[in-house]
């Protein structure tokens, strides 16, 4: 499930700094006219669409993600990769070296880069 720009906010500070209190997450970003609620709010949904959990003590919630930073990345990565790139990653890096994101070089890189995880893998 997507998730909204508020909500992918909060999570990368939960996911920086978890486990974490609602007051944890307001301090990090820094921003000390966010309403206490408001962040709440956010965390109660992400709880509701799985993303976090919490551990109760007394009337103080502790959050923490139940899904990695990276495997969300994979996730929202694969859906990029479908609706824009035809589901083809193929597509996806074509696009980025025409568009200059990447140059040959790097891409070579890469590439040796992941020729080696494959290798060291059983």
């Known amino acids: ?6 909500e992918e906010e909060v999570m990368q500070v939960i996911w920086e700094i978890e486990p974490c209190l609602v007051s944890d997450i307001i301090k990090y970003q820094g921003d000390p006219d966010i309403p206490h609620s408001t ?3 956010i965390v109660r949904i992400l709880e509701r ?3 976090v959990d919490h551990k ?5 919630h502790e959050y923490f993600s139940t ?3 990276e495997e969300y990345s994979r996730i929202r990565l694969r859906k990029f990769v479908q609706d824009y790139f035809d589901n083809s990653p193929k597509q996806l890096v074509s696009f980025l070296v025409r568009e200059k994101e990447i140059d040959v ?3 070579n890189r890469l590439l040796e880069q992941m020729d080696d995880e494959q290798n060291k893998e059983p």
């Not at 109760?56 to 103080?60: D, L, N, P």
Request: hydrophobic share 30%; aromatic share 8%.
């Open 67 to 69: 899904i990695s930073k």
């Open 56 to 60: 109760a003590y007394g009337r103080t």
């Open 49 to 51: 669409k799985g993303y």
């Open 105 to 107: 070089d790097e891409l």
């Open 39 to 41: 962040i709440s709010s």
């Open 1 to 6: 499930m997507k998730l909204t720009k508020a």
